[in-house]
Every structure is written in C-alpha cells, then in structure tokens.
Nanobody
Framework: QVPLVESGGGSVQAGGSLRLSCATS????????VAWFRQVSGKGREGVAR???????SLADSVKGRFTISSDNAENTLYLQLTFLKPEDTAMYYC??????????????????????????WGQGTQVTVSS
C-alpha cells in the first residue's frame, strides 16, 4: 500500500491562490507516475497535472499558466500550486500514484477518465471552492 494524504484545499474568491499538498512514499521507487485529478459532483475524474519520473511534468491545457505541479522527493510530497483560480476550478482534488510510467497525456490530462485502474493509489480528496 502507498498511502496518499492530501491537504491544502479551501474556499477562495476568483483570482485567488491555493497550494495543495500530497504526502506519498511513491518517490522512493525508481519509476513512478504521480498526478492530480479533480472531480465535480456527478461527473468523473479529470486529469489536471502529472509528473513522470522519467519525462517530467505536464499540465492540462485548461490550467496551463495558472497551475504548477512540483514535488519534493526528499520530503515525499507532491504539490499543486493553484493561481488565478476561476469558479470552474471548483472541485474535489485528488492525488494519485502508480508504480511505472505515466500513460499518454491524452488519455487523462484534460479528460474525464473512464477508468482509475492505471493509478493504483488514491488520496481521500481535498475540496477547492472558488466563488465569483
């Protein structure tokens, strides 16, 4: 098991910022994929950003220029910096991890995924609410 524990969500006004954190031990493995997803009530999970141990980071087009994904491997922590937040960013945000390389970005970044099976481990989620 690879426990994932998110923190940092909250309520902000449009244009505001938040930083989400995810504690995970997956970085200890040589090859991994870590990612942030978000989910609006009644809809599936949409990939927002990912870090692949070999190819680096990538973001969904809808958040480029506003969100930043990073990690502190020594601290076993994944981050998602959210800036210039919009009401449409309101969602439950989840971190996810897998041993092995990330799937192709087009499979999950900016897309509601049909299956969560590639990502073996999921956090409990942290709510982000953006008011106009």
């Amino acid at each position: 098991q690879v426990p994932l524990v998110e923190s940092g969500g909250g309520s902000v006004q449009a244009g505001g910022s938040l930083r989400l954190s995810c504690a995970t031990s997956v970085f200890a493995s040589g090859t991994y994929c870590v990612a942030w997803f978000r989910q609006v009530s009644g809809k599936g999970r949409e990939g927002v950003a990912r870090i692949d141990s070999h190819s680096g980071s990538s973001l969904a087009d809808s958040v480029k220029g506003r969100f930043t994904i990073s990690s502190d491997n020594a601290e076993n922590t994944l981050y998602l910096q959210l800036t210039f937040l919009k009401p449409e960013d309101t969602a439950m945000y989840y971190c996810a991890a897998a041993f092995g390389r990330c799937p192709p970005d087009k499979w999950f970044l900016g897309t509601v995924i049909s299956s969560t099976s590639h990502f073996h481990y999921w956090g409990q989620g942290t709510q982000v609410t953006v008011s106009s």
